[in-house]
């Protein structure tokens, strides 16, 4: 099995928005009323991701299994966090993985290029969010980070039971 991670460019957006929206899909649309369409058509449009990849402190990666994009990664390098300064934290946004990828060590090594990264740019924590309903937090658990805060999300179209979003970090 081949893991690649590759830093995207501004003429990704188009896949960008097709693994987001099948790795979106494939987990997450459980929470809505809606089916997910208002949150996929407010996120995951290549108009958005053009808009996002335009951010000097986001940075993109597409996740590759066997030479296929099966996933993709946003950190936001200087993000602020509880009494972290924007410089000691850096935030994974969002790791989304297709379904068909789920338990083959894929999530792993991409946590720790995660890891790695935040070491080389001198971080003192990863902070993340996770939808409490989510088997990710489990997994984010198994890679050391702790639940440290929760909120309640204000989607109108969202389920009320799925709102509760919990908040994580880990020490790099």
Same mark, same amino acid.
Not at 64 to 69: P, Q, R, T
Not at 75 to 80: E, P, Y
Not at 130 to 152: I, K, P, T
């Given at each position: $099995? +081949?893991?690649?991670? %590759?830093?995207?460019? !501004?003429?990704? @957006? !188009?896949? !960008? *928005?097709?693994v987001a929206n099948k790795a979106?899909?494939? /987990? &997450?649309? &459980?929470?809505?009323?809606?089916?997910?369409?208002?949150?996929? @058509?407010?996120? #995951?449009? =290549? =108009? @958005?991701?053009? %808009?996002e990849l335009s951010d000097s402190n986001a940075l993109f990666y597409l996740? &590759? %299994?066997?030479?296929?994009?099966?996933?993709?990664?946003k950190?936001?390098? /200087? %993000?602020?966090?509880?009494? #972290?300064?924007?410089?000691?934290?850096l935030e994974l946004e969002r790791i989304y993985l297709m379904k068909s990828v789920t338990g083959q060590g894929v999530g792993s090594h991409v946590m720790n290029f995660v890891i790695a990264l935040a070491r080389e740019k001198q971080k003192s924590i990863i902070w993340l969010?996770? $939808?409490? +309903? +989510?088997? *990710?937090? +489990?997994? &984010?658990?198994? /890679?050391? #980070?702790?639940?440290?805060?929760?909120?309640?999300l204000p989607y109108a179209l969202m389920k009320k039971e799925f709102r509760r979003i919990l908040s994580l970090y880990r020490k790099v």
């Open positions: $099995m +081949s893991i690649q991670i %590759k830093a995207c460019q !501004l003429t990704d @957006q !188009l896949l !960008l *928005s097709q979106y899909n494939d /987990h &997450y649309l &459980y929470l809505w009323d809606d089916g997910g369409e208002f949150y996929v @058509q407010a996120n #995951f449009t =290549p =108009p @958005q991701f053009e %808009k996740i &590759y %299994k066997d030479e296929e994009a099966v996933g993709y990664l950190l936001n390098i /200087h %993000k602020a966090f509880q009494d #972290f300064t924007d410089q000691q934290a969010k996770s $939808m409490d +309903s +989510s088997a *990710s937090v +489990s997994f &984010y658990q198994q /890679h050391g #980070f702790e639940v440290v805060g929760e909120n309640l």
